[in-house]
């Protein structure tokens, strides 16, 4: 794939490569493990394969739709679901 310009983050350094999840084209500076550090921040820490859209209620992991299940009002992720933590 041919990078041509800055980072789209630091826009300091030239692109070297594309995060799979949102597309920026980004340095190697900007990049930890395959994602930009943008994503890396809101990554799911269950799978780690996509971004969190909420927070378990019980430990406070950043989890995805995913890896979480509702139950009453509360978010549980799946780690604190399987340990019967709730």
């Keep these: 794939m041919n990078f041509s310009g800055n980072c789209e983050i630091c826009e300091k350094e030239a692109a070297e ?13 900007c990049l930890a493990e395959n994602v930009c550090i943008i994503c890396n921040e ?36 799946l780690n604190c679901s399987s340990k019967g933590r709730f």
């Design 17 to 29: 490569a594309e995060c799979f999840l949102c597309k920026r084209v980004i340095c190697k500076n």
């Design 42 to 77: 809101t990554l799911c820490a269950v799978c780690k394969k996509q971004l969190s859209d909420r927070a378990c209620n019980i430990c406070g992991l950043l989890v995805c739709e995913d890896c979480s299940v509702k139950i009453n009002e509360e978010t549980i992720c």
